[in-house]
């Protein structure tokens, strides 16, 4: 593929749509849209991103012994989906910094240890170039009402048991079932 041009297209609040004007392989020219958290990209090289938009916190209880789920009212879907705590790093802050908030404001619950970190990944690489980051750590309180009146959250905690029972029925964003997959397939 050889990249001609991007273009703007709308810009909303959180998003701004793009399209990118490639040829191909047999000398086609295509236009591919996409969406992105950047407002003002202009080249190729902008599409790559320098820095973490969002994070996602991945918290076990202080056993370790059942993971934090969000059950969450997603608009896009229309449903409710099972997801990880997650939102965007404010302007100045640090990944840390935005996963102790974003989880103290969605679920009411304290990120008390800081277990692992990992590096940035896309969110939705098929029509997005939004990056992620994941804080691993445990956490601990009372669980709050969220804090944000345009979002409906339930956080809860689950069990490996549960979780494999879950994953059989229940509707997940992509990273949070493929992570809980996993994790409920560890040995203790």
Not at 127 to 137: A, H, K, L, P, R
Request: aromatic residues 12%; negative net charge.
């Amino acid at each position: 593929m050889k990249f001609k041009e991007l273009t703007k297209k709308e810009e909303g609040k959180f998003i701004t749509r793009y399209d990118i004007t490639y040829e191909t392989a047999d000398n086609k020219e295509k236009v591919y849209e996409i969406i992105s958290r950047q407002k003002d990209m202009n080249d190729f090289e902008a599409l790559h991103g320098k820095k973490a938009d969002s994070v996602v916190i991945i918290a076990t209880d202080e056993s370790g012994e059942r993971i934090l789920v969000c059950k969450e009212f997603r608009l896009a879907v229309g449903d409710w989906v099972y997801n990880f705590p997650a939102g965007l790093i404010d302007e100045g802050e640090e990944p840390i910094e935005s996963a102790k908030r974003e989880l103290r404001e969605e679920t009411g619950l304290e990120l008390y240890e800081i277990d692992d970190f990992i590096g940035p990944s896309y969110s939705a690489v098929g029509f997005s170039n939004e990056i992620n980051v994941c804080v691993v750590g445990k956490a601990r309180g009372e669980f709050h009402e969220s804090t944000s009146t345009v979002e409906e959250i339930e956080p809860h905690w689950y069990t490996k048991e549960q979780i494999r029972e879950l994953l059989k029925t229940a509707r997940f964003a992509a990273r949070t079932q493929a992570y809980c997959y996993m994790w409920s397939k560890m040995k203790n």
